[in-house]
């Protein structure tokens, strides 16, 4: 493991906002929004075939961590405002998650959507039962 995948402190940034410290001296604040959508975990995404099974228009706008817990010393799990708690995101994934300038162009965190979510459409097409 890598400074750049240790944290050395993890904190809520107000109320919408993760950040994380790194050992390399690095900062990553995270919309938590965005981080609960890129969860990784079994109900989220399937194992099979990767696609995502997670409902974007059910995770509410105001969605937050209510805990953390570290998992091992490679990862953290977090328990949301929502009922989830099964997403574990290891370290060196949040590092590839980090939406700061110098870190953009790795994995796509959902952030866009959230701070322009004016045409909920997908209210709509939600006809799924
Ligand atoms: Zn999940
Ligand atoms: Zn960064």
Sequence with gaps: MSDATTPTT???HGPRALAIRWADDHESVYDVRG???ACACASCIDEWTGAERLDEARVPMDVHPLSLHA???YAVQIEWSDGHSTGIYTFERLRKLCPCAACAGGEDLRTEEST??????RRNSDTST
């Design 10 to 12: 993890i904190r809520q």
């Design 35 to 37: 981080l609960r959508l």
């Design 71 to 73: 998992v091992g010393r």
């Design 116 to 121: 322009n979510s004016r045409q909920p459409q």
